[in-house]
């Protein structure tokens, strides 16, 4: 069917090691997006990509890694997890030209860093 | 920045109204609303652009006060269903239309008792 999935739906991880959170659509959607979400907080933009091989920084990138090769796959990396970066991420998407069109969230992982 | 909604949270009995109100302190292109129930993905309501327009689909419209940079969420007769947090996430005023993600607010939770 399509849509928009992310892996792995659950993780735990430990201090200090890089984790990979996944995020396909099979809509070809050009924008795609990362937020994460905590208590308190909202959802908060990490990473946004216009295309592949476009990316940009959203409110809260620091800790974060993107890469766009493929339209569909948008993977966030946390090259060295902090506890601080425990959080639900969310990844999204939308058709067309930013902000007049809705966004279609994946999801979630839920992600642990002991 | 990020949006100021009010209320924090709502409590209402099964076909009573409510109004949810978003405001932010920099120009809008658009406002975005999404309901999310616990524990899932956000699921996008309605997109209000510039103008004023007023939206709606069943018992739920949004209004858009561009001079004031506000949006408002009317639930009318409300539902158990409805029950759930509620985002708005606004759009920036960018020439073309903006390119980037949403500024979300911190959500309005709404509990229907029966």
């Known amino acids: 069917d399509a849509g928009i999935t992310q892996s792995p739906r659950y993780k735990i991880t430990e201090t200090g090691r890089q984790v990979t959170l996944m995020c396909h659509q099979t809509?070809?959607?050009?924008?795609m997006f990362w937020y994460r979400q905590d208590l308190g907080h909202g959802l908060r933009l990490i990473y946004y990509?216009?295309?592949?091989?476009?990316?940009d920084k959203g409110e809260v990138p620091d800790g974060y890694v993107v890469s766009r090769s493929k339209t569909e796959n948008f993977p966030l990396t946390l090259e060295s997890a902090t506890r601080s970066q425990t959080s639900v991420y969310f990844c999204?998407?939308?058709?067309?030209?930013?902000?007049?069109?809705?966004?279609?969230f994946g999801d979630g992982t839920r992600l642990s860093i002991l | 920045q990020q949006p100021v909604q009010s209320p924090q949270a709502v409590i209402l009995r099964e076909g009573e109204d409510a109004v949810i109100n978003c405001s932010s302190s920099?120009?809008?292109?658009?406002v975005h609303w999404y309901r999310q129930k616990h524990g899932e993905a956000p699921v996008f309501l309605m997109i209000?652009?510039?103008?004023?327009e007023q939206k709606g689909h069943d018992k739920i419209s949004a209004s858009f006060n561009e001079k004031k940079q506000q949006s408002s969420l009317y639930l009318t007769a409300s539902q158990l269903s409805y029950s759930g947090t509620y985002f708005c996430?606004?759009?920036?005023?960018?020439?073309?239309?903006?390119?980037?993600?949403?500024?979300f607010g911190k959500g309005t939770h709404l509990i229907i008792q029966p």
């Open positions: 920099k120009a809008l292109y658009s």
């Open positions: 990509s216009a295309a592949a091989d476009i990316t």
């Open positions: 996430g606004t759009g920036a005023m960018y020439s073309g239309g903006g390119a980037d993600g949403l500024t």
């Open positions: 999204a998407s939308t058709p067309g030209l930013g902000s007049n069109q809705p966004q279609h």
């Open positions: 209000l652009l510039k103008g004023g």
């Open positions: 809509w070809s959607h050009s924008y």
